[in-house]
Structures are given as C-alpha cells and as structure tokens.
C-alpha cells in the first residue's frame, strides 16, 4: 500500500501525463490545469491507495485507455476482455506498439469474447460511433440519446456469442497464478450485473473489483447500481470509493473484498 506522500506523486504523474495529452484538447487541457482531472476520481484515488496490484482482469478493454493508470499501479500482468471482433484487433496492435517502447514490460493476454452470464448465447451487439468506446449487448434506451445525443448505433448489431467470465478466467487457468492482489474491472455498458452473476465462484480470487455503475438506465434492461451493491455485499465486499450518502448516477465505483485470503 501507498503512503499517503506516495500516494500525492502518483497522482500527479498522472494529472501531468494527462496535462500533456490535453494540449491535444483545448478544454481538457484547460480542466487538468485547474486540476479536476485526477481530484475528482474517487475510483482512481481508491486503487491508488491500495497498490501495487500484481494482475488486473480489464472486462470491456476497448483500445486499453487505462494503461498508463495500470502501469502506474505496478500491474504486472493485464487480461484484456473485449467483445468486438474489430476492436479486439486494434487493442491487439495497439498495445504491442505501446509495449514496445516500455524499459519495463507488462505482460499482456488478450481475448476476445463477449462476457454475460452464459456460454454460447447469440446476442446482438451494437456498435457506436465513438470508436466502439459505448458499445454494448444492450440495446440503448430513451435517456441514452436525450443524455448523450451525439451517439448512435452504426449499421446493424453484430451477431457474437456470449461466455461466462468462470469459463473465460478457466481457460487462461487464472485459478493457478500465484497473483496475491488481482483487481477486477467490468466496463461493459449496462451489463455488468450478468457479468457478475457469470463470475461463479471466481470472485474469491480477487482483492478489489471495480465496476461501472448507474442509478438511471442508459440501456435497456441494463444493471441498475442497487444490483451490484447487493451483489458485492453477499460476497463481503465493501464500497470503498465512495460513501453511500453521494454516489453520482453514473460512475465507476470500488469495492474492496472485507477479509481477503492472501493464500488463496
């Protein structure tokens, strides 16, 4: 764990990483300047405080954003989860580019699967027009669009099967890593409550899991946050990002397992 000083300075090698590339965006730019860009993350600031973390298992990896928090965690070994054939592709070159050029190297296992709470299930995918970054199994519902009216679906949803995270985590053999303190982290657009349901008994080998969360539904049929609260509170984790008095309606929230087994 982090000492409080630690703590500050990895926070600030991140705010001025992301000052950097906010010169590339005028208005972010000017929002990392006034500091908003790491002080507000309660997310961040949880996992922060609790690395380094040995192995991270990313649902929802998309073109591997969080990397530079990751390495800053001390992640030694990253699974990168993510359903869209295309992307997976891109994620795939994307971070043997960005690897390369390391000194210090994270090892990366990169899978391709559409994670719910059942194996070989077809279901349709849709596909946004930010890059792929809000594509989901669910389909978008009213708020969606009056919240954020520059996104929409392009063409029509993919057609893909779906996989147990057990089944998943099983086939990379992630019960026999000697990792001590894995985080869990599912940003997958609404569904993260099957994903959670497809965990089994797996949950037992993480330490921390962070989830996406919201209290109004983007999508349809979509995980409200009172469902992976319950969810996380039968298996003894905590809430550890946030207090229950002030949880924004759409966020990422941390959860931090109350009694973890290191021997396991």
Known sequence: MLSSNDDEGVKMEIFFKRLLKGFKNPIEGFLYILGTGWKTNKAESSLLSNSPFDLVVHVGGHLAQELDLYRILGVQHIVWIEADPSTYVKLEEKLKILEEVQVKKIKHTVINATISDEDGKEVDFYVFNNKGGSSSIKKPGKLMSKTYPHLSVIGEPLRLKTSRLDTILSSIHFSKNKSKKNL?????????????????????????????????????????????????????????????????????????????????
């Open 184 to 264: 869990l982290v599912l940003d997958i657009q609404g569904n993260e409550g099957a994903a959670l349901k497809g965990l089994g008994d797996c949950h037992k080998m993480f330490s921390m899991i962070q989830s996406e969360i919201s209290r109004k539904a983007l999508y349809q049929d979509s995980t409200m946050f009172i469902d992976i609260d319950g969810w996380m509170k039968e298996r003894d984790f905590k809430l550890l990002s946030h207090s229950y008095l002030y949880i924004p309606w759409h966020c990422d929230v941390v959860y931090q397992k109350k009694s973890f087994d290191l021997t396991y």
